[in-house]
Structures are given as C-alpha cells and as structure tokens.
C-alpha cells in the first residue's frame, strides 16, 4: 500500500484515500476509481487528488476492521462497522467498562492510522451504548502490519470487555478510636456517600461489625465477616493510616496474602487500601472519603470491587490532576497568600539547553551514547548537567533508541522529544528540537550528547554571557583559540543554528556571525572532550 497525490489522468484503477462529495453523490474512501470518475473529476476542475496504490496482500478496510475489532473486543461487547472507517464498540450487556488506560495508551502512541478512544475506565455503562470507537484512517492496510499489531495484541487479555454486574453481600467494619457522637456522626457520612457511589453495584449491605483501633480486634472483625459469607467488606476509621508500618494495615496484612494496594496518590486520601484472599475483597476507605471530590479514587474503588482478579500494578496509575478545580481559598487563607514573581529577572530562565541524542554513532561502530559511563549511559551526564545548570528548560531529542533513552532517563523531569526522522542527520534533530521551545525561551544551548565533561558551571558561564536584549547573539565555547560545542544561540538566529562538526574548526555561519559572538572558555581540552571514535570510546573505560 502506498498513498501518494496524482494527477487526474494517473488514478484510474488507483482508490481513494478519503471520501470525495460529488454533485451526484459521495465516493467513499477506498472507492476504486472509474473512467467515469475521471471524467467527472475532469468536469469539476480537478487536477489532482490524493490515492492509495494497492499492493499484493493488502487488506480491504472491513477487513482490517474486522480483525482489529475482534482481536479488541472481549467479553460482553459487539460492533458494528463502516464505510468511513470508524467501528463502533458497544455494551451487550449492562454493566462496568472494564479496560487498561495504560494499554490504550500505548495502542494510540505505538499505532499509525488506527485510533482507539474510549468512554473512561470503570464507569458503568448500559446495554446498547457506545464504549469506544476505532478510527481506520487509510482505505486499506498493509497484511503485515496488520499481522503485527495483531501478535503484539495477542499477549494480553481482550482490551474493551463489560463486566456485567452481579450482587454482592457486604460487611462493613467500623474502627473505633474516639467512641464518641463526632466519629458516629463521621461514619454515617462516609457509608452515606460509599453506598450512593456504589449504588449501581447491587451491594446488599448486610452486616456490620465494630473494632477497637489495635491490631488484634481489627483482625478479628475481619475474620468474622468473611465467617458471616460476605463478599466484600469495607472498613471505615475516623484515623488516617500513616504508612504501612501503622495499626490498621498491619492488622491487614497479618490476613492477607494478596494486598494489592496500600496507598493511591489522591491528596487527603492516600490511605486507601485493598487486600484480597481467594474470592473474598477488603478495602480499607480513606478517612477523609466524604470529604474528597476525586475521579481517581472513585475508579480505583469500583476497579476494586467489579475488577476478579487484583494485582497491584492495576493501581499503578498517577493521579496528577487537582480533580476540585472550582475549589477557592477561605478567607483566613487570603489573608496568608503568598505571591510569586514570575519568571526569574535575571533571564537565566529565559534560555534553554536542547541536548542532541538521536545519532546512529556509525562512526563509533556500536552504540556510544548507550555506552556504560560512571554507573549511567553516556547520553545521561549531558542531560543531567542541563537540568543541574540555571536553564529554564531542557528538551532531548532522541532517535533510534527512544524508548531505552526514555526509560534511561526514569523520573528526571525533562522534556524527550523523538525525532523521527533521525536518519537525516543532525540538522533535523536541531530544528526539531529548537521548534518544541516555548515563546518565552531568548536563547538555546544545542549540546551534543556524547560530551560527558560539559558540566553545569560551564554552561551556566555561557548563559550569564548571553545578553537577553541583543537581538542576535552566539555564545561559542572556546579552547584557546579554536571553537567547540555547546553552542548557544538567540532566537533571532534559531534558522541557522547548527553545532560544530568534529576534525573542523568553524562552521561558515559562526564565521558569518562572528561580529555578534561572544566566547565561553573552558581551561583545557578535556573539557569538550567528544566521543566520536572507537578510540574514544575506549577512553572512557
């Protein structure tokens, strides 16, 4: 299959990539193109229009929805699908969405024109209504990266099923600590809330039991409910758990072989905690349940309940969002608001450092930037003295081996951006990368990412060079007389912006804009030492 534009005389045979409105009606996307059609393309005024080329083995659209459809769907769910390419999932029954929003994720980042959106995770949903939709954006597909996505589907249970909804007897366990009308008052309110959150979940609340806040009477009220043949049971305490270490999860764990989460990031609500042991599930409601507003929390606690089998990476997800975005501060705390200033008056924020990674290290002969060095690979001490340095923002511009790098990187906070089209060479690494800074950003350090001894103090001496109101600026690093990478650059200049190649020593553009160059120095050449060769990479042994 390959999709390119043709002239109206060149697509006869050839099919449509999108749909075209014609005065007599619609051709739909795929539509295999007649004389007729050229005709009457030729009577619109048309001159060229966009076609897909079918090659042998290429899938027809029905057929590759057919497939993907039935490879995503699971239990409880149909689907229906169309000419314009978007196949609708729905509900057979009623029920919970069951799915990964990890998963759909990575379908979405790792798939090329075929979408998966969805109706959120754990929600209920009825019988007849759409629970997601897959946009098949090309008219045919190619078998083998059909085939592909297929095997890499194939290793997981079905992404989109509907857990249809069965009743569930539930003991609640009430901790008392205080024993007094505030923690009754509290608890009527949180059970208030915990049964019109679960309503639709045919929990039949059957039995209550009371344990004083040790470890022992809170076991003992949890081996009594699961005597009693309840499913679930819910604890509710007026004390926040502090760590796993703290009286009621270590009570839990005494029971419970399978805990299969003991914290959730929900602010004022962390302590949330779920055990499970064969069929029977625990969950231990924050204390301040009936007070947060969270999304988050609320589809963790039906992931709990409908979910059969827990593990602990089903509550792996990072909340970050403040989920009460209307909330507003109380009068008292007006009063003790803090102001900020803004971004940094010196500028040092203004300038960022874009560390370049996506090379093929050919010249090398292996993967340098991969490269073992003091514990981390070769590409992290550029990325780490960037962030270390007075920056505003640091981009790496990634290649070939993104998804090492990005894993290599774990939680440092910078911002990855993978470049596609890294075969061509640097200079597409540079204007990607100098294309993803903010308007804010003056200036842009370009640092190649095999210089292990670039520091922070040096970089932070190239942006105290920089003068943040000359409209066009170069601050090159310096040996005695020769020049060397990093590089920076103002913004006026970003069109130009290039680094300085190895065995060379300027690039025709420093030499063009020598007049508006400034010079950071370093004091021996070890300092911008690069990794280039075989030769070099030994000396990092």
Known sequence: MKSSEV???????????????????????????????????????LKRIAVVEVKTGDVELKTAQGMIAAKLSGDNVSYVLSDEGVVKIVAAVDGFF?????????????????????????????????????DFVLPVYASEELDALIVNLSGNSALLSVQEIEAKKVGVIYVDFYDDKEEKKHFTKTLSKLIKETKKMELEFAKEYHAAYDEKSIANAIVNVMKDGCDVAF??????????????????????????????DVVEASDFLVATKK???LLSLPKNYANVSSAFLNEMLVKAIVKEKLLPQDFYVRNNFLENSSEKLTEVE??????????DESGEGDVAVVVLAAGASLRAKQDKLMKDYQGKPLFYHAVMEAVKSKAGLVFLVTGGKNEEMTAAIGELDVNIVHNLSHREGVKSSIRLGLNHLPSFCKGAILLPADMPNITATHLNKMIKKFDKTQ?????VTMFEQNKFN???????????????????????????????????????IDDVFDVTYPADLAKLD
């Open 98 to 134: 069951i799915s990964d929003e990890k998963r759909i994720e990575k379908f979405n980042v790792f798939q090329n024109y075929i979408i998966l959106n969805t109706t959120p995770c754990y929600c209920f949903v009825k019988k007849g209504e759409v629970i997601a939709k897959i």
């Open 279 to 281: 069929d029977f599930k």
């Open 486 to 524: 990093p590089i920076l650059w103002s913004r006026d200049l970003f069109a130009y912006a290039d680094v300085v190649p190895e065995n060379s020593d300027v690039r025709p553009v420093l030499v063009e804009f020598e007049d508006v160059s400034v010079a950071a120095k370093v004091k021996t």
């Open 334 to 343: 007006s009063k003790k608001l803090i102001h900020v200033s803004g971004r």
């Open 471 to 475: 409209e066009k600026q170069v601050v």
């Open 235 to 264: 604890i509710l305490s007026s004390v926040r758990a502090v760590g796993n270490e703290d009286i009621l999860p270590v009570a839990v764990e005494s029971l419970f072989d399978n805990v299969a989460v003991k914290y959730i």
């Open 7 to 45: 002239s109206i005389g060149k697509a006869l045979g050839m099919r449509l990539l999108n749909s075209l409105r014609l005065d007599t009606g619609i051709l739909p996307k795929g539509h295999v193109i007649t004389e007729e059609d050229v005709l009457m393309f030729q009577i619109m005024g």
